[in-house]
DNA sequence: AAATGCAATGATAGCGCTGTCATTATCGCT
DNA sequence: AGCGATAATGACAGCGCTATCATTGCATTT
């Protein structure tokens, strides 16, 4: 029983006699045998390791991707590497250059406005890369997501056929999606000729339900008129509910207030928050399987995978 | 130039002269080159890898845990590799099996309600293993926690000395910190002589905002005298305190509501949220810490640092 | 000038696997 | 019986690093 057949009664199984595969599992067993990953990717050259970037754990909607990518490279037997950048350029680098290490057989990253030098990195890598929430239909780049603009515009234009004509929009950590979201926003207002820049609270701040509640607060202070309220996320739009119980404001009758992700207790808010609903489960999902197909060296249908957005018309709207 | 000296030039600088240092960094640079960590790790069998397992990340507690050990393991070289057990024992094994074939140089492991296969694996694996969140001063064993009895026990006293004499305890998930939860509310209030059983509603599905609300129903459906209520997390207890507004239920007047972990969300809720904030980012930090420790064949002091929790009476109780 | 110590650099082997090619055993067919 | 095809197993080198020991160069001491 030599070694390289050791390899082969993990590897392929069916490529050893019943027999043998069996005393060679019992023995593993007994002796606690693990195969060392280390060895075998630097054998094999294949490190079975993805690496995964993403810009924060502590907005769920990332960790609801993540588990769905999780879900599809486990049962391949890939594993993931996870680094969270903070929606920092600068440690998105420093990441990306410590995971190359992991000699990863593709990565798997949150959007497109890396620096320059990360994408050199990205390039020198000769790994295929797929790109996540974000859409860009160019040559070579992968990318799995929705239009962030749409739905921004299908959420305003909700408010609009609400009968809503001083809609305001609140936002904070400003990464490129909320940005998105923005210009998604202002061009369906100025279309409609309703844009008054004083609508807008843009503020660099990392979100937080508190952090809602205080910017509907400097909202009403320069806007006070305002009669709808879209803010960029979910975390910020149930702030801004719990002040206005605070402050007696009735929602959606004074004030309509929308946000966005669909968290799972935007249901439950009282009232019931309407926003739009992201597919970021299944984002991670086929953002995985798309790696997968470029890993194993298969052309992909499209480069670029829409999974679009729902407008979830609730009670705040 | 040789290899081994640019080896030394990136493990430590000071050992190779200036001159050459920058030399070799700078044909790093040109070329694109960097350190394979399989290579590293099999030739020096130090990985440089250490493996987390938590049990969820949809709950925010763990993200904040898993934020302070890669704090910690970062500034170390150390590299975080992060597996969610989804609160099952077999998967919680089937990660350990995965991550032992990283060779990591130590373990972080939430609690101390694996398996005994697993407890064989680890033993066989030979590297430190620091537990998390729950305390346990046996021998060889290292944790840092704090008491989920007596903050529970905490929690229900306070609820008593506001006057409260019916007071329930509802709890989802059902894992070992849960049940210690509920010990401790049991324990206090049979001292107290108030315990009744339909007070007690326990269910194994997963925690959420929605259940809270729904759990409430059923506790007042069973138990309608109710007047207080101390739920095992504040997921729950928010979802509570919507299903109050929702039925018109004045809190805390008619009905107390308390929650447990100091969700940042727990101080904007209407009524503010009474809760127990519990030192989970800490706990991450130290945990991290001593595992260091450990991995450099350093003795710690203490082998279970208790880091305590903090009662927060807000509005609700 | 010789001896000593230390810093800087190099040569070599081997970590635990797997890619590749070679060998042996087994079976069905003419 | 002889042949080729296929399955099962093995030998061996080498993946990219680092542990270890050896060597060189140079300053300091006697």
Redesign the interface.
Known sequence: MSTITVSRAFRWPDKVSEDLRKRIHQAADDL?Y??????S??ASNR?MNIAVLVPS??N?VF?DT??GI?KVFRTHGY?M??G?NHYNSEEEEALV??Y????PDGMLVTGFNYREATR??LD??GIPIVHMMELADREGAYSVGFSQEAAAQAMTEHLLSKGHRRIAFVASQLDPRTLARNRGYRDTVIKAGLYESHREVLVPDQS???LG?ALLRRLLEQAPDTDAVFFCNDDLA??AL?EC??RGIQVPEQLAVAGFNDL??S????PSLTTIATPRYEIGVQAAHMLLSLIEGQTVPRNMIDLGFQLRARESA
């Open positions: 606690g693990v195969r060392n990953r280390a060895a990717a630097l490190s754990l502590s769920s960790v993540v588990t999780e594993q590497l996870m969270v250059r410590a190359l290490a992991f000699a050199q990195l020198q890598a937080s339900v508190a509640g149930q702030g719990f119980l605070r799972p207790m249901e439950c808010t009282v």
